[in-house]
């Protein structure tokens, strides 16, 4: 796989000849390649202020010229001017013949400033499965980069250049994972080393990783040592992406000789140590510094992507722990995210500065609340008990609603197909929240889209119910509704529908139950928790206990009215809160208007939310006096 990846990159000849354009970010991906080659193989071309190798300068000096032209052909943004400065620099110094440190400083600062005026991506979204890149290199690099990485392998003693040995430390000290990673994903022109983009995404980051963790092996072990005993090299390598493009002779200056290699040693062969990498506030501030970054570039649409992942990965996990402690901060620092994005789809400059310097406000405050009230017995059972009546209440009003009507109308066989729902419910949305923990990641928008649209949903089949019941309540209509389903079986599409909307009313609920739930499982207090749990549980019980109970003893005429009024304001709830999840998921725009905000009635202040509502109360308004009009006495 890796053959001779260390060998020409590619030559000027071969950018952009006869071929279509490749797009910016794989422009600048390809860029950066070149400027990472050209850093690490001057020194084989100069010495001393001397050619050593006449075809290794030409080649730096080929590729000084295409990094000017890719640069000049990469879209104009607000750092272009100054990254074709440097690119000048840079030719200039090989065309001088600079100290090789000199011109592998340049080549690197420009590929860093490159990365921020055109982001690519520098990191793998969960930590490299090591074992799995062990086997990759085995079957597929071996060959030619040997077994244990030499560069000694039985094809590779037929090529020229010989394959990379990555056991080499001189090599390595100037190689970052993400180097690797790039040879692996696009491969190398002009040479024996092909690109593999058929591999996923992960597996080129797994045998990148292994390929990179060969000439480190006998560091990890006192790398894990003062990894947990050196915070400032902590401090240095926050993330994944620090670590991919981590370098030791980047490092060696900051942290010294044994630190860096014992760091890289370690995190390479151990990358789950820093597989999370910033969370909660830290990941906000981090990403709404990238997002302005990426504002004041003129890359309006990555700017306003970057603030939502600010919200949805960085606030949202920490939601039912501020919640709990200080809700008026939670709903300040949802308003003031989704008025930063409008601001940004605006273009309204002063307003993005101004809700930025707000927000970063908003993050320090939140900070200190957290750090200054820790978790406590008391503080973990009231979020434990709110979270579950408050995430659990809408469901069971839905579920015991149906259950109700049914016994009403003497239909106990149907009641098992909402039981069924309801339990297979519980079960799907541990299983998601299982296998989007342990197998897969699962965004914060990932989790706004489900509860949307399935909110949306819930409130339009709800909608229906309401009006049909409210039909049947009116003009004695119920009596000969009753007549006919007491004579006649439930159909299968009837069980289904109980079924269907049983489970999404339970469903859309559990998996964010869950997740709040994992977030304050980390804050300790497990005890308290529990019982929170236990007593939210009772609580919902005792509810539809009285509900159930008090529904037996209402008059037929009076239930189906009492029950349609219940479902349509449920149906609007939903309709509130599923386009609040659409708009903080950024599938929908967020309009503020002056308005009250009442989360338990799914009232949030925006033109679209209430807009939604409206529409869905004035449908409700005409269908109830339709019914009304076309109601005749009972017989």
């Given at each position: 796989?890796?053959?001779?990846?260390?060998t020409?990159?590619?030559?000027?000849?071969?950018v952009n000849?006869?071929?279509?354009?490749?797009?910016?970010v794989e422009?600048?991906?390809?860029?950066?390649q070149?400027?990472?080659?050209?850093?690490?193989d001057y020194?084989?071309?100069v010495?001393?202020?001397?050619?050593v190798?006449?075809?290794?300068?030409a080649?730096?000096?080929?590729f000084?010229q295409?990094?000017?032209t890719q640069?000049?052909?990469?879209?104009?943004?607000p750092?272009?001017?100054?990254l074709?400065?440097?690119?000048e620099r840079?030719?200039?110094?090989?065309?001088?013949k600079?100290?090789?440190?000199?011109?592998?400083?340049q080549?690197?600062?420009l590929?860093d400033?490159?990365?921020?005026?055109?982001?690519i991506p520098t990191a793998p979204?969960?930590a490299?499965d090591?074992?799995?890149?062990?086997r990759?290199?085995?079957g597929?690099?071996a060959?030619?980069?040997?077994?244990?990485g030499?560069g000694d392998?039985?094809?590779?003693?037929?090529l020229?250049p010989?394959p990379?040995?990555f056991?080499?430390?001189?090599?390595?000290?100037?190689?970052?994972v993400l180097?690797?990673?790039q040879?692996?994903?696009?491969g190398?022109?002009g040479?024996?080393?092909?690109?593999?983009?058929?591999?996923s995404t992960?597996?080129?980051?797994a045998?990148?990783?292994?390929a990179g963790s060969l000439?480190?092996?006998?560091?990890?072990?006192a790398?894990?040592a003062?990894?947990?005993q050196?915070p400032?090299l902590?401090?240095?390598?926050p993330d994944?992406?620090?670590l991919?493009?981590?370098r030791?002779?980047q490092?060696?200056?900051?942290?010294?000789?044994?630190?860096?290699?014992?760091?890289l040693?370690y995190l390479?062969s151990?990358p789950?140590?820093l597989?999370?990498?910033p969370q909660?506030i830290a990941?906000?501030?981090?990403r709404?510094?990238?997002s302005?970054?990426?504002y004041?570039?003129?890359?309006?649409?990555?700017a306003?992507r970057?603030a939502l992942s600010a919200?949805l990965?960085?606030i949202e996990?920490i939601?039912p722990?501020?919640?709990a402690r200080?809700?008026?901060l939670l709903?300040?620092?949802e308003?003031?995210m989704?008025?930063?994005?409008t601001a940004?789809?605006d273009?309204?400059?002063d307003a993005?500065?101004?809700?930025?310097?707000e927000?970063?406000?908003?993050l320090?405050s939140?900070d200190q609340?957290?750090?200054?009230?820790?978790?406590t017995?008391a503080?973990?059972?009231l979020?434990?008990f709110?979270i579950?009546?408050?995430e659990g209440?809408?469901?069971?009003?839905?579920?015991?609603?149906?259950?109700a009507f049914?016994?009403?109308?003497?239909?106990n066989?149907?009641?098992r197909?909402?039981?069924l729902g309801w339990?297979?419910?519980l079960?799907a949305?541990?299983?998601?929240?299982?296998v989007?923990?342990y197998?897969?990641?699962?965004?914060g928008?990932s989790?706004e889209?489900t509860?949307?649209?399935?909110?949306?949903?819930a409130?339009?089949?709800l909608?229906?119910?309401?009006?049909?019941?409210h039909q049947?309540s009116?003009g004695?209509r119920?009596?000969?509704?009753?007549r006919?389903?007491l004579s006649?079986a439930?159909?299968r599409r009837s069980?289904?529908?109980?079924?269907?909307?049983s489970?999404i009313?339970?469903?859309?609920?559990?998996?964010?139950t869950i997740?709040f739930?994992?977030?304050l499982w980390?804050e300790?207090?497990?005890t308290?928790?529990?019982a929170?749990?236990?007593a939210g549980?009772i609580?919902?019980?005792?509810?539809a206990?009285i509900l159930?109970?008090t529904s037996?003893?209402l008059?037929?005429?009076?239930?189906f009215?009492?029950?349609?009024l219940?479902?349509?304001?449920?149906a609007?709830?939903l309709?509130?809160?599923?386009?609040?999840?659409?708009?903080?998921?950024g599938?929908?725009a967020t309009?503020?208007?002056?308005?009250?905000r009442?989360?338990?009635l799914?009232?949030?202040p925006?033109?679209q939310?209430l807009g939604?509502q409206?529409?869905?109360?004035?449908i409700?308004?005409?269908?109830f006096?339709?019914?009304?009009?076309?109601?005749?006495?009972a017989?």
């Amino acid at each position: 796989m890796l053959c001779a990846w260390i060998t020409v990159p590619a030559r000027a000849g071969d950018v952009n000849v006869g071929a279509t354009p490749p797009e910016p970010v794989e422009q600048a991906s390809q860029t950066w390649q070149i400027l990472d080659y050209l850093a690490d193989d001057y020194r084989g071309a100069v010495a001393d202020g001397k050619v050593v190798s006449a075809s290794e300068y030409a080649e730096m000096t080929e590729f000084a010229q295409t990094v000017r032209t890719q640069l000049r052909s990469l879209p104009a943004v607000p750092a272009s001017p100054t990254l074709q400065e440097a690119a000048e620099r840079l030719a200039r110094s090989i065309a001088d013949k600079a100290g090789s440190d000199v011109v592998a400083t340049q080549a690197h600062a420009l590929a860093d400033a490159l990365l921020v005026a055109y982001p690519i991506p520098t990191a793998p979204l969960a930590a490299p499965d090591l074992a799995r890149g062990a086997r990759l290199y085995a079957g597929t690099c071996a060959g030619c980069h040997g077994a244990e990485g030499h560069g000694d392998g039985p094809v590779g003693a037929q090529l020229q250049p010989r394959p990379v040995d990555f056991t080499d430390r001189t090599r390595a000290a100037e190689r970052s994972v993400l180097s690797l990673y790039q040879a692996v994903t696009r491969g190398i022109s002009g040479t024996a080393m092909p690109g593999f983009p058929q591999l996923s995404t992960a597996d080129r980051w797994a045998v990148a990783f292994y390929a990179g963790s060969l000439a480190y092996a006998p560091y990890a072990d006192a790398g894990e040592a003062r990894w947990r005993q050196n915070p400032a090299l902590r401090a240095h390598v926050p993330d994944l992406s620090a670590l991919v493009r981590g370098r030791e002779d980047q490092w060696t200056p900051l942290l010294g000789a044994a630190d860096a290699a014992a760091a890289l040693g370690y995190l390479r062969s151990h990358p789950q140590a820093l597989a999370t990498g910033p969370q909660g506030i830290a990941l906000a501030r981090t990403r709404l510094a990238a997002s302005m970054a990426a504002y004041r570039n003129g890359r309006a649409e990555d700017a306003a992507r970057l603030a939502l992942s600010a919200y949805l990965d960085g606030i949202e996990p920490i939601e039912p722990v501020l919640a709990a402690r200080n809700d008026t901060l939670l709903v300040q620092l949802e308003m003031h995210m989704a008025q930063y994005r409008t601001a940004i789809l605006d273009h309204a400059s002063d307003a993005v500065t101004a809700q930025a310097a707000e927000l970063k406000r908003l993050l320090d405050s939140t900070d200190q609340e957290l750090a200054a009230s820790e978790a406590t017995p008391a503080t973990a059972f009231l979020g434990a008990f709110t979270i579950l009546v408050r995430e659990g209440l809408e469901a069971l009003l839905i579920v015991v609603a149906m259950i109700a009507f049914l016994r009403k109308a003497q239909r106990n066989d149907a009641v098992r197909y909402v039981h069924l729902g309801w339990m297979l419910a519980l079960a799907a949305g541990a299983a998601t929240w299982a296998v989007a923990t342990y197998v897969i990641a699962v965004s914060g928008a990932s989790r706004e889209v489900t509860e949307g649209v399935s909110s949306l949903f819930a409130a339009i089949v709800l909608l229906g119910v309401g009006i049909w019941m409210h039909q049947k309540s009116v003009g004695g209509r119920w009596q000969a509704y009753l007549r006919a389903k007491l004579s006649a079986a439930l159909d299968r599409r009837s069980m289904m529908f109980l079924f269907g909307l049983s489970f999404i009313a339970v469903y859309r609920e559990v998996f964010e139950t869950i997740l709040f739930y994992a977030a304050l499982w980390t804050e300790g207090q497990k005890t308290a928790i529990g019982a929170g749990l236990l007593a939210g549980t009772i609580a919902l019980v005792a509810v539809a206990w009285i509900l159930l109970r008090t529904s037996r003893r209402l008059p037929i005429g009076t239930f189906f009215a009492a029950s349609s009024l219940l479902i349509v304001i449920l149906a609007l709830v939903l309709t509130g809160k599923g386009m609040q999840a659409l708009q903080e998921a950024g599938w929908l725009a967020t309009t503020s208007v002056a308005f009250p905000r009442i989360d338990w009635l799914g009232v949030f202040p925006s033109q679209q939310s209430l807009g939604a509502q409206a529409l869905i109360l004035s449908i409700v308004i005409i269908a109830f006096f339709v019914n009304r009009r076309g109601a005749t006495p009972a017989t």
